[in-house]
């Protein structure tokens, strides 16, 4: 589950990486939180009397377009705001005939902590892309006597990354052995197992995780915490009961990890899932569908949006230019000029915005919620397949 925040960062990723530059002439500026934001347009006006020496009279156009547009948006500014700022600024015209100096820029949703002038044939973007995979990551170990499955659980995204077997339960053969003596066998036999998964956790999650929760079917899993056979800085949150000690068992135990990780984005999206259906079954306060939830939001009856990130329809905007008629609908259709339904002439396609940031941007103006459903869990895709990927929570229920 994506906050308004997430979204828009992984949005303006998504869209200037489609851009690339002939030559050097893309600028990335990268301002940190508390910096001086009158020190980075000092430093930008001394970029743009060094612009003079580029060579390609083109490129030195573009990019001294390009941080004039970035120096004036900046005066703006009193001071850099909470987080620190993105701004991104260049020709991103495809046609090499033509020039579209264009600019944008983004308040991140955590505070950048460096300071970065780029200019290249792309924006650089590596700061946000680290930024959009920052949130809180948890270990997760299923285990019994015989494999134990290690995984990193971070957003919505679940990473098996170790499994391993366990012979210690084999039969011993007796021979001439003592009964105390194969039982010693298999001691060590369960110790170096014990052994084995520590040193697993040691080398996937140390320093990689905010902490583990353990689980699995029998004992095996209080023997191997009360052993602790990892580093001490690896802390255990929790210990809870499944029944498997594979990938489901992974997905079980963080099912039933609710109360330990109570921020961790996979619950929560599994939780306010679980709830919409619970709503939608018994007729209760949600809604479904296109249609029905785009009424919802005009009239005001939407208390929270659900849009799942794996929605594919666009919203278009037509004009008819005889009548002045206008015209939107959402479609997963490429946008082609259609008929007026008023004069029969054709309508022009006067714009086409994905319909999940038209979805928000109406769902705010009116004070609404929204929450974007991942499609990385089975029960974000259970949304997507099920309902469409649009529903909605509602304040009260119409009587008709």
């Given at each position: 589950?994506?906050?308004?925040?997430?979204?828009?960062?992984?949005?303006?990723v998504?869209?200037l990486?489609?851009?690339?530059?002939?030559?050097?002439?893309l600028?990335?500026?990268?301002?940190?939180?508390?910096y001086?934001?009158h020190?980075?347009?000092?430093k930008?006006r001394?970029?743009?009397?060094?612009?003079?020496?580029?060579?390609?009279?083109?490129?030195?156009t573009?990019?001294?377009?390009?941080?004039?547009?970035?120096?004036?948006?900046?005066?703006?500014?009193?001071q850099?705001?909470?987080?620190?700022?993105?701004?991104?600024?260049?020709?991103i015209?495809?046609?090499?005939?033509?020039?579209d100096?264009?600019?944008?820029?983004?308040?991140?949703?955590?505070?950048?902590?460096?300071?970065?002038?780029?200019?290249?044939?792309?924006?650089?973007?590596?700061?946000?892309?680290?930024?959009?995979?920052?949130?809180?990551?948890?270990?997760?170990?299923?285990?019994?006597?015989?494999?134990?499955?290690l995984?990193i659980?971070k957003?919505?995204?679940?990473?098996?990354?170790?499994?391993?077997?366990?012979?210690a339960?084999?039969?011993?053969?007796?021979?001439?052995?003592?009964?105390?003596?194969?039982?010693?066998?298999?001691e060590?036999?369960?110790?170096?197992?014990?052994?084995?998964?520590?040193?697993?956790?040691?080398?996937?999650l140390?320093?990689?995780?905010?902490?583990?929760?353990?689980?699995?079917?029998?004992?095996?899993?209080?023997?191997?915490?009360?052993m602790?056979?990892?580093?001490?800085q690896?802390?255990?949150?929790g210990?809870?009961?499944?029944?498997?000690?594979?990938?489901?068992?992974?997905?079980e135990?963080?099912?039933?990890s609710?109360?330990?990780?109570?921020?961790?984005?996979?619950?929560?999206?599994?939780?306010?899932v679980?709830?919409?259906?619970k709503e939608?079954?018994?007729?209760?306060?949600a809604?479904?569908?296109?249609?029905?939830?785009?009424?919802?939001?005009a009239?005001?009856?939407?208390?929270t949006?659900?849009?799942?990130?794996?929605?594919l329809?666009?919203?278009?905007?037509?004009?008819?230019?005889?009548?002045?008629?206008?015209?939107?609908?959402?479609?997963?259709?490429?946008?082609?000029?259609?008929k007026?339904?008023?004069?029969g002439?054709?309508?022009?396609?006067?714009?086409?915005?994905?319909?999940?940031?038209?979805?928000i941007?109406?769902?705010?103006?009116?004070?609404?919620?929204?929450?974007i459903?991942?499609?990385?869990?089975?029960?974000?895709?259970?949304?997507?397949?099920?309902?469409?990927?649009i529903g909605?929570?509602?304040?009260?229920?119409?009587?008709?």
């Open positions: 589950m994506a906050g308004e925040k997430e979204y828009g960062l992984k949005k303006m998504r869209t990486k489609a851009f690339s530059g002939s030559g050097t002439q600028i990335s500026v990268y301002i940190p939180a508390g001086p934001i020190e980075t347009g000092g930008l001394e970029e743009l009397s060094q612009a003079s020496n580029i060579k390609s009279k083109q490129t030195r573009n990019v001294t377009d390009a941080l004039e547009k970035i120096i004036n948006y900046m005066k703006m500014f009193r850099t705001p909470e987080n620190g700022i993105a701004i991104f600024a260049g020709n015209s495809d046609n090499p005939a033509k020039t100096i264009k600019l944008f820029s983004l308040e991140p949703p955590s505070k950048l902590n460096v300071s970065i002038y780029r200019c290249d044939s792309r924006f650089f973007l590596e700061p946000l892309e680290r930024m959009m995979g920052a949130k809180d990551s948890y270990g997760i170990i299923v285990l019994d006597g015989r494999e134990a499955t995984a659980v957003g919505t995204n679940i990473e098996v990354v170790d499994r391993l077997i366990s012979h339960h084999a039969k011993v053969r007796k021979g001439g052995q003592s009964q105390r003596r194969i039982e010693r066998l298999i060590e036999s369960i110790e170096k197992y014990y052994k084995r998964i520590g040193e697993s956790v040691d080398k996937h140390l320093g990689r995780v905010k902490g583990v929760v353990v689980g699995g079917p029998g004992p095996t899993k209080e023997f191997f915490v009360k602790s056979p990892f580093n001490y690896i802390k255990v949150m210990v809870v009961d499944t029944g498997y000690t594979d990938d489901f068992g992974i997905r135990t963080l099912s039933k609710e109360a330990i990780l109570e921020g961790q984005e996979a619950v929560k999206e599994r939780a306010l679980e709830k919409f259906i939608v079954v018994k007729e209760g306060l809604t479904y569908g296109l249609k029905e939830v785009m009424e919802a939001i009239t005001k009856r939407a208390d949006v659900l849009v799942s990130e794996g929605l329809f666009q919203m278009v905007e037509w004009k008819c230019s005889s009548c002045s008629e206008a015209l939107s609908k959402a479609t997963k259709e490429e946008p082609k000029p259609v007026c339904p008023k004069c002439s054709e309508m022009e396609v006067m714009g086409v915005v994905p319909l999940l940031d038209y979805l941007e109406n769902a705010e103006g009116k004070g609404i919620k929204m929450e459903i991942s499609t990385n869990t089975v029960e974000g895709n259970q949304f997507l397949q099920g309902f469409g990927g909605a929570f509602l304040k009260y229920r119409t009587n008709y």
